[in-house]
């Protein structure tokens, strides 16, 4: 097979392999498609991730398949373009990227102008008959390298041409004359004999296989590999690495260059949407080193813009332009993200892809295009990341509020978000591990800051346009970002900073509105979001298509209301031990544990009666005839227990007990392994009045509701970590017993089930002779992973994060199932429940409800609904939709 494939308008393409993104990775694939659909592609190649996977197998050595294959395809690209690389007279320049399966920020980007030396500079020179723009491609040249591939530090270059520029009383770049990059190019080759202690090199394939192995090197760099943990991408995927004939967007006033999205990625608007730049390189876009300009005239004229827009400025290679885009978006179905380059007039594209777009905007497209016939239902069900909606569901600024504006920035992530002002990554992932909420604020971002980016609440930036770093990972990680705020300044020495006039300092609080670029002081108020419009259309067609339920996990009133505007059809955990912790009821709660006999525990539970019917009732008109999922006490007694002095006096106070009994009593509770010791049904068996009293509430509160008119309440009662027929069977009894009282009591008689959770690896495996005592199972998949995998719960932290790294669990298996193990469990408790019980109802209520790889297991295995947390309903709907596709 092909370790390399090239692509162009002279070039073969007609290998399947060439246009599969695991082989070519997605730039290279597209580049090949549009090459093949007749779009202007510079002549290049691209050489397959598996060459990679192997070259980081065999300890950094490339294949002699490859060196040869690379060879031939270099042959290609000079016959195309009709120069030769390291060629003095008329040399070919190639650029280099990376591009892996997905795109991946973090790896090695992009080297241009690889090709020059002191000699083919001189040749670039007579040819272009622009000596300037020879020497300045040529230090250009220089500086990437220096910094992506021998390792040094940009900095370094930076001052050196900040040096020139201040010798010389140079404001900007563009006063810089051709001698002057001459001399910067001398200075620069200095650094590097300086630093490295050995000179550039200028053989030009040695400088071609150096930027091959800094692509392939950077893969396991230690950015990527934060970058594929965060994103769950596997290590094993290998990049491919993109070798393509140079077109210049630096050639004058009739060149330039930009970065363009069919339709704009931050509201999800049909309209062209990007930023150019004249007489520039590719990097100078995205760098922020100059203010991009506005693609569209509708747009400049918007933003109040003064420098012309592409389509004033270049109207014929704009016209180009707009066509490509609306080719490429039928083509792909899709919105897509450009690079392209005008060299003297002629539009030549780079790469496109499936642009990064906002929640918001995803919803949009997805809405849009269905309506505009250009894809189906299905599809757009499809095109939408479930975990994404999360951006649209939190809380926006409150318009009514008042606002203490410091500056504008461009919106370059929507959302609101407020925190103290932090001013590296590393202290915003330190300061947010403490549980403080922090923003971000950079002169610009890199992906040295990713981790930063992701443990703050919103990013600012002082430089960079819509399409900088900060703007596309923030839109990414659903971070609001409000980027190329010029009016913020930063001292780092004395971790302060200048915003518009105010002074501040790192730790003080402020709020970002990353929908309107504003930045204010302090925290400002916000409101719940909005949930009709796309988010309404979308959703609807999901639960069309959808086969499961989706429940909610609530126990307040509040949380029953948030979940039913989510979409929730019902309660599919209700964990009563929430409601004990209350301030009029925990003492009441703990002279139950206290008591010493029986007749104390009744005493003290009947106390708490009243409490609990109140809250069941609440909880039962505010799901108006949904079913709800009420389960019997759980956790072990000591967690209600007090833990500090003072409490400890309150409490001895409150019982009339001495305190010295109440801390042998604590002492006596104490247990080595509470999540194995006395709780679950254990507490129902052991003290058989605390589940009655339960259940009475329960029911009482039903018949009350019920009583009340409207639907009536059907109840489902569920009993906690059971891992035997028996339990079941004893307090199965209990509850029917208490419900004929009841009911007997009340003078009505209503439907209710009784039904367990499967929580416990027995459980699970005698699912079988379970049923036959559960009208329901409900998958207690936070216990069951604990129990199958023998990891606890509260301590995996310590040692979890190190495990997934090297790849012993793909994802925290507290997050997303672990489906080879804990789904057998799963899989094999449906069958055999079923095969008692066939009508038995199927659920799972443990974090893993709201997962969407979990879900789509709970889809395979046939369960009847999923329960998620609130604000993950709409999630789950999404992700069940499209476990049914
Ligand atoms: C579970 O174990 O999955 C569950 C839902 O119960 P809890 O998290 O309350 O133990
Ligand atoms: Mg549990």
Redesign the pocket.
């Known amino acids: 097979t092909a370790t390399v494939y090239t692509f162009g308008a002279d070039a073969a393409q007609d290998d399947p392999r060439q246009q599969d993104k695991t082989v070519t990775g997605g730039k290279g694939a597209n580049l090949a498609d549009m090459a093949a659909i007749g779009l202007p592609v510079p002549p290049g190649f691209t050489i397959t991730t598996e060459e990679c996977v192997r070259y980081l197998k065999d300890g950094a050595d490339f294949s002699d398949a490859l060196r040869a294959d690379v060879g031939k395809a270099l042959q290609y690209i000079e016959e195309s373009v009709g120069k030769r690389f390291g060629d003095a007279g008329d040399p070919l320049l190639v650029s280099v990227r990376s591009g892996a399966r997905v795109s991946m920020p973090g790896m090695m980007d992009t080297v241009l102008n690889l090709g020059l030396n002191d000699a083919t500079v001189e040749g670039l020179a007579t040819t272009s008959g622009d000596p300037r723009f020879a020497w300045d491609s040529y230090r250009r040249f220089l500086q990437m390298y220096s910094d992506v591939v021998l390792g040094l530090d940009h900095g370094l270059f930076e001052e050196a041409l900040e040096i020139v520029k201040e010798d010389n009383g140079f404001y900007s770049d563009t006063e810089m004359q051709c001698e002057h990059w001459q001399a910067l190019a001398a200075e620069y080759k200095a650094i590097v004999a300086r630093e490295l202690g050995k000179p550039f090199p200028q053989d030009v394939t040695e400088q071609l296989w150096g930027a091959i192995a800094a692509v392939f090197d950077s893969w396991d760099s230690e950015r990527a590999k934060v970058y594929r943990r965060l994103n769950a991408i596997p290590g094993d995927w290998g990049t491919a690495v993109n070798v393509q004939a140079m077109v210049f967007g630096n050639m004058g006033e009739t060149s330039a260059t930009g970065v363009a999205f069919t339709r704009d990625p931050s509201t999800g608007e049909r309209a062209y949407y990007g930023e150019w730049l004249v007489n520039a390189q590719g990097e100078d876009v995205v760098a922020g080193i100059r203010t991009p300009q506005y693609l569209t005239r509708t747009a400049r004229l918007a933003a109040g813009a003064q420098a012309p827009s592409m389509e004033e400025a270049m109207p014929a290679a704009y016209a180009e332009l707009a066509r490509v885009f609306d080719l490429l978006e039928t083509h792909y179905r899709d919105m897509q993200d450009i690079e392209f380059t005008v060299q003297q007039g002629k539009l030549w594209m780079l790469q496109t892809r499936s642009g990064k777009r906002t929640a918001k905007a995803a919803l949009r497209m997805a809405v849009e295009m269905v309506e505009e016939g250009l894809i189906d239902e299905e599809t757009a069900i499809c095109r939408v990341d479930p975990m994404a909606l999360d951006q649209l569901l939190h809380p926006t600024l409150d318009p009514d509020a008042v606002r203490d504006v410091l500056a504008k920035g461009l919106p370059a992530s929507p959302g609101a978000a407020s925190g103290a002002i932090v001013l590296d990554a590393d202290t915003a992932e330190a300061r947010s591990g403490r549980g403080e909420a922090v923003i971000l604020v950079r002169v610009e971002t890199s992906p040295e800051d990713i981790h930063g980016m992701h443990a703050a609440r919103g990013i600012l930036t002082a430089r960079g346009g819509m399409t900088s770093h900060a703007a596309v990972v923030a839109r990414g990680m659903g971070r609001p970002c409000v980027s190329g705020t010029s009016a913020v300044s930063i001292d780092l020495k004395q971790r302060t900073l200048r915003i518009g006039n105010r002074d501040l300092k790192e730790g003080d609080t402020i709020t970002l509105d990353g929908s309107t670029g504003e930045v204010m002081a302090g925290e400002v108020p916000t409101i719940e979001p909005e949930l009709a419009g796309h988010f309404g259309i979308l959703m609807e067609w999901a639960d069309r298509h959808r086969r499961m339920a989706v429940r909610t ?1 609530a126990e307040t009133p509040a949380d029953c209301r948030t979940a039913r505007q989510f979409g929730a059809e019902g309660i599919g ?1 209700c ?1 009563t031990e929430h409601m004990f912790f209350d301030a009029g009821r925990i003492s009441a709660v703990r002279a139950m544990i206290l008591a010493d006999d029986e007749t104390g525990r009744r005493t003290a539970l009947a106390r708490l009666l009243p409490e609990q019917r109140g809250d069941f009732a609440q909880i039962f008109r505010t799901m108006a005839g949904l079913p709800c999922t009420i ?1 019997l006490l ?2 072990p007694l000591h967690e209600f227990m007090p833990t500090r002095d003072e409490d400890f006096e309150g409490l001895a106070e409150d019982l009339g007990v001495g305190i010295d009994h109440l801390r042998r009593r604590a002492a006596e509770l104490h247990e080595f392994n509470p999540m194995l010791g006395h709780r679950g049904c254990r507490l129902g068996i052991t003290f058989p009045e605390i589940y009655e009293m339960q259940a009475r509430a329960i029911f009482e509160a039903a018949c009350e509701v019920t009583g009340e008119g409207g639907e009536s309440v059907v109840p489902e009662v569920m009993v ?2 059971v891992a035997t027929r028996k339990e079941l069977e004893i307090l199965r009894a209990l509850v029917d017993r208490v419900a004929q009282d009841v009911f007997t009591e009340r003078g009505i008689t209503l439907d209710y089930l009784v039904g367990t ?1 499967i ?1 416990l690896p027995r459980a699970a495996l005698m699912a079988g002779e379970i049923a036959e005592e559960a009208r329901f199972f ?9 129990t199958a995998l023998g990891v606890s ?1 509260d301590d995996a932290g310590r040692f979890l994060a190190p495990y997934v790294e090297q790849g012993i669990y793909a994802r925290d298996p507290f997050v997303s199932l672990d489906i080879d193990g804990v789904g057998q469990l799963v899989e094999l408790a449906v069958q055999r429940g079923r095969a008692t019980r066939p009508d038995i109802k199927l659920g799972i ?4 409800g709201g997962d969407p790889e979990s879900i789509a297991f709970c889809e395979k295995v046939g369960l009847d609904y999923v329960s998620a947390s609130p604000y993950r309903v709409p999630i789950a709907r999404l992700a069940a939709a499209q476990a049914a596709l």
């Open positions: 996990n955990l964990r389960r759980d956790p906690p970590l959770m929580e409900s998958f207690g998949t936070n216990d069951l992973t604990q719960r209520c443990g974090e893993h």
